[in-house]
């Protein structure tokens, strides 16, 4: 159904899904983009999803009166019987599908029936309440409605916000102007939706399940949106998502995993909530964020537990720090007088300056550098501080990177990484280290049992279920969940690199 509604728009495929989405969800859909970016060609192709479907358009200015929007008042009943009803056959209460454009330039008489028409699918027409047959209302408009106008409550109806804009890319733009007229689109009736199936449809929809994951999830949105809005400089309104329109939300996921063929919503679902929250086009950037994070959210939060208890136990152990180290046999040389060698360091062979080691602290980051040494070919740690016995300038901006230098009990935590130094003796064998017994030793498996079958595990169930289609997340979309879900990898990588060292240290 999506390819035929799609066929000859361009870049446009998106907002088309959505149009669809929300009108199966049952709620209306709002277009902001300049003119000529097919916002009624949108309206026009949802008609086709819809058998027996009426269309209904309409351009709005400041004159546009309730009459053109709803028909005209009939004069005979008026006369004759005294009744005050309009004609409504033709006009917006008939129409299925309803394409209001420069939606904020209507009058407040329009804009108010349309409060009733939008959110309880009735009008009222004299005496009578007609139950509309409206399956999608989309309304555009090349601006966001005013302040202190009254039309907050209208800007809440519209569930589905979607951005309008010309064609991005060159090679798309080209095909579009060299483009032959596309004859009329026609839908085969066997992918149509008839009025009994989208009554079915929504009753099925009511049985999609909501998992515990996915409300924790809508939590860390809320609470972010709340912190947010109470930001100074920010205004409170911008991140204000009502009680109403989050049920409509949670609705609206729903429908999403049904049409997809799920019996329960997932994380794929959560990136539509793009769309559903942004109240101003400043506030778009920091919604993406807050949405595509709380994919994540959790993992982070686990791992943060794994990497404050590695902290801590590290912390533990270095109270009980020896009185003296004893260098390793270096390759270039025998016994080091100068150097502790630092283990398991990831860039390769990497020497500590031994005279450094007593200015560095336990509980709190000193500034240093790492930088090669030809000569050794090693690198090599140094410590900054006051009196330090070495000239930081000589090495050049591009062979010196700056590091956070800390001491453990055995080794130097370098930029929240611990590593242990070499040993001539050792571990497992009677030496300095040995025979001490603490608490924290069992630590870092846990650790790393947890990160590894918990976090890793669930990250790659998320990893797993973007693989697999959703018809309406947008290549962007899938682009943002992706920079997110790298991002907890990379940490996931650098946490248990930090574990592993740690077992050296604990």
Known sequence: MLDVMSTGIYEKEHIIAMSLLSAVA??????????????SLVARRLKLAFSQS??????????????????????????????????????????TVVFLDEIWKASPSIQNTLLTAINERIFKNGRETISLPLKALIAASNELPAEDEGLEALWDRFLLRMVSNCIQSETVFY???RQKPVVDVVMPNDLKITDDLYLAW????????????????????????????EKEGNNVMDYYVSDRRWKKCIHLLQTSAFLNGRGSINNTDIPILIHCLWNTTASIPIIIDIVTGSLT???????????????????????????ELRSVEEEFGGLSLFYYHIQNYPLGKCLFFKTDYAHIATYSDMDGILYRDKQKDALIVRAIYTGA???YQIKGDNNVKKVKLRKCNGGVIIDGIPYAFKRLNPIGSPGLFNNKILP?????????????????????????????ENLFLSDDDKKMAKKYLTSCEKRTKELEVKIMNSKELL
């Open 26 to 39: 049952g709620e209306s859909i709002f277009l902001l983009g300049p003119p000529g970016t097919a916002k």
């Open 54 to 95: 009426n269309a209904f358009e309409y351009l709005m200015s400041r004159f546009s009166t309730p009459d053109e929007i709803f028909g005209p008042v009939s004069i005979s009943l008026l006369k004759n019987e005294d009744r005050y009803e309009r004609v409504v056959d033709g006009f917006m209460p008939t129409a």
């Open 175 to 177: 095909k579009m102007i």
């Open 202 to 229: 929504q009753q099925e929809i009511e049985n999609i399940q909501i998992p515990d994951s996915i409300l924790e999830t809508i939590t860390y949105i809320r609470k972010r949106l709340k912190a947010e809005g």
């Open 297 to 323: 959210q959790k993992l982070h939060r686990q791992m943060d537990q794994i990497d404050k208890a590695i902290d801590q136990a590290l912390k533990q152990v270095s109270q009980h720090e020896p009185e």
């Open 389 to 391: 016995p070495f000239d």
């Open 440 to 468: 924290t030793a069992s630590i870092a498996d846990t650790a790393l049992t947890t990160l590894k079958c918990k976090v890793i595990s669930d990250l790659q169930d998320i990893k797993d279920s973007f693989g697999v």
